[in-house]
């Protein structure tokens, strides 16, 4: 019995072995279906969300939106989820990804990434009047942070061991603990920053950056001819506004320099 179980796994490795390996999507091949097939979550906003009437809408959908245009074809958005993402991307389900997919030496083996389009940063934010530039800044503090967290981590490193961090379990805990004066300053990204902004503008602002990730549009590994377009559509967006009208619609702030400036390979040293 041993021996047939061996010899069962053995054919499966081989099959493994055996399968195709995912294609690359052509430029060609999509002009010609002239429809860009998208990837995207629909269930992060702002990036990504469905509207009242069903229709992904948000930061990712406005980029999708702009690149199709750009390739002069229709677009169809697929929804996926963080899991399945990738997988339906090598599997030919979708032709490129626009799914606030950070820029990582890890995913950057099994797809192809663009030119950033977005960024999340983390920051340490609050009470304009607190005059905080540097983690050494925080001396005496309180902070508010999300309990771990990326900003819990992040504010933890810096912070000096005079200042108190006060943990709460969600960003909205510590966005309430921070309008309603408990706590001056507050780890946070940019989006939640943004979100703050909208709800009471000119009380707050950023003080400094504690970690910024870039996101890029996957394609399948060896699709050069798309990629190299999305790229010079990533430049072109940035160059005339568009991804700065985008940001400033579902952010409330123009594309950061960090987003602006990046590269791919930038982002994978």
Do not use: C
């Amino acid at each position: 019995m041993k021996f047939f179980h061996t010899l069962a796994a053995a054919a499966i490795a081989a099959t493994a072995l055996l399968a195709p390996q995912a294609q690359a999507t052509t430029l060609k091949q999509i002009e010609a279906n002239g429809v860009l097939k998208v990837g995207m979550l629909v269930d992060f906003p702002p990036f990504g969300t469905m509207s009242a009437t069903g229709a992904p809408e948000g930061y990712d959908a406005d980029t999708a939106k702009a690149l199709a245009k750009y390739l002069g074809t229709k677009i169809q958005i697929v929804p996926v989820t963080g899991p399945n993402r990738i997988p339906y991307l090598l599997s030919g389900q979708v032709d490129v990804l626009v799914a606030s997919l950070g820029i990582t030496p890890a995913r950057a083996e099994r797809v192809d990434f663009s030119n950033p389009y977005a960024g999340i940063e983390i920051m340490v934010y609050g009470k304009k009047d607190e005059d905080v530039k540097d983690g050494a800044g925080l001396a005496g503090k309180t902070i508010g942070v999300v309990r771990a967290s990326t900003q819990d981590a992040g504010v933890t490193k810096v912070a000096p061991a005079s200042a108190t961090i006060r943990r709460f379990d969600d960003d909205a805990a510590a966005v309430q603990a921070l309008l309603s004066g408990q706590v001056p300053l507050i780890g946070v990204s940019n989006v939640i920053a943004a979100q703050i902004n909208k709800a009471a503008p000119g009380r707050f602002d950023e003080k400094f950056s504690l970690s910024s990730q870039v996101q890029g549009v996957a394609v399948v590994p060896g699709s050069d001819a798309l990629l190299a377009k999305i790229n010079a559509f990533v430049a072109d967006a940035m160059k005339d506004g568009t991804m700065d009208k985008i940001s400033e619609q579902w952010l409330g702030t123009k594309v950061p320099d960090f987003v602006r400036t990046g590269t791919a390979k930038a982002a994978l040293k």
